[in-house]
């Protein structure tokens, strides 16, 4: 199974941008994994999460991105999303989506978020 990112850009200080994850395949639901969500990596520093959701709904969110990121479910598009609001400089980095089941974990290719001060 792989996964699909999609929804990054640049965009200025203050704006928002939403992140999308699906399974390459579209008869594979992606509610299948035990969570699902975004790590980033920017440059010079480690792979960090930023977000993830568990099959049953519970999120978890790094300290710096409480109260302006929210990872969602979507059913009908099979698809976990990343809404990011008020974005910082800081937000700057290659966002990839991450899957895990059991003790295997499935990445999706990085997209590119920059934010501009």
């Known amino acids: 199974v792989q996964l699909q990112a999609s929804g990054g850009g640049l965009v200025q200080a203050g704006g928002s941008l939403r992140l999308s994850c699906a399974t390459s395949?579209?008869?594979?639901?992606?509610?299948?994994?035990?969570?699902v969500g975004w790590f980033r990596q920017a440059p010079g520093k480690q792979r960090e999460l930023v977000a993830d959701i568990t099959s049953g709904g519970i999120t978890v969110y790094a300290d710096s991105v409480k109260g302006r990121f929210t990872i969602s479910k979507d059913n009908t598009k099979n698809t976990v999303s990343l809404q990011m609001n008020s974005l910082k400089p800081d937000d700057t980095a290659v966002y990839f989506c991450?899957?895990?089941?059991?003790?295997?974990?499935?990445w999706g290719k990085g997209t590119q978020v920059t934010v501009s001060s």
């Open positions: 991450h899957a895990r089941s059991y003790d295997l974990n499935y």
């Open positions: 395949t579209a008869s594979v639901n992606i509610f299948i994994f035990d969570t």
